[in-house]
């Protein structure tokens, strides 16, 4: 989905001036500020990423649909009753709203004030800091909007913070549990957002990617940078991942890798829903800390 400029002018402004420090932003007085600006959100300012259903019985067609299989695609993931559990990259927030349904207060964490997805340069080189405030002030904002429609029509509690995902904020306390759910392949430095996140986590930390057969042997540590050969436009997909990467990265971090479990979910390619979804295989690992 994409906006003119116009369209991009009536929407809820990106945060796009941080707080000091990022800080402060778990405070209710900031959740009820972000709360408020979006308040008036329709269905066409959104661009839901997940498959969703409203109270009303609604169903928003999604690029991922995740119905049915959200145990599988959180690792079996026990204890989420109580729990206190950081999110990266939430999207539309179906999985931030089934943890919570299941008892966990969710902290939802997303790109945005003065901070970019990280963007693959094209070849030839465009001006990329008009990209990154272009993706940011259309694609992304739809996609986030679509959280803040779900959370109102489901009278959410669960709070969203906003920054760099390499640097968090210094106040979010920690957390039970850290779920990843690919968002890995979309960051220049996966190795040091796991890092970020798993210094704040007491518990447990979940990493779900797509499954690429071809790369994984016996154990196999690969990460693949990603990007096809000749295709040089913009980009968000860096690189494709094994388990055997993934649970390294763990082990490096100071967690065990409790279980990998694969199974497939519902898919739109390239995102168009005008097109029967395939059955795209997925690989989730749970790393866990040691008491």
Sequence with gaps: MSY????????????????????????DE????????RSSLSLQDCNFYHTSVLRDTTVIPGAWDLRGVENSYLGNLEGLAGARV?????????LSFFMEDKGASVVSFEVGFDRSIDLLPSIPRTDMRAERAQV???????????????????????????????????????????IFGSILLHLRDPFMALEEATRRTTRSVVVTEPYYEELDGEGANVMR????????????????????????????????????????VKHHLGHHLDQEPVDLRMFTVVGTRPS
């Design 30 to 37: 900031c959740q009820v500020a972000f709360r408020s600006e």
């Design 225 to 264: 940078f990603a990007p096809e050969s000749g295709n040089r436009g913009i980009s968000t997909l860096w690189w494709n991942l094994t388990p055997g990467a993934v649970a390294n990265m763990l082990d490096r971090l100071g967690f065990d890798v409790a279980e990998t479990t694969h199974y497939t």
């Design 136 to 178: 940011m002030s259309s694609a992304v904002m739809a996609v986030n909007n679509s959280w803040w429609y779900l959370h109102k029509d489901r009278s959410s509690s669960a709070k969203m913070v906003y920054g760099n995902i390499y640097e968090m904020p210094g106040d979010l306390g920690v957390f039970d549990a850290a």
């Design 4 to 27: 003119d400029a116009g369209e991009v002018e009536r929407l809820p402004r990106w945060p796009s001036y941080p707080p000091r420090g990022y800080l402060g932003q778990l405070e």
């Design 86 to 94: 950081l999110e990266l990259g939430p999207a539309s927030g179906h």
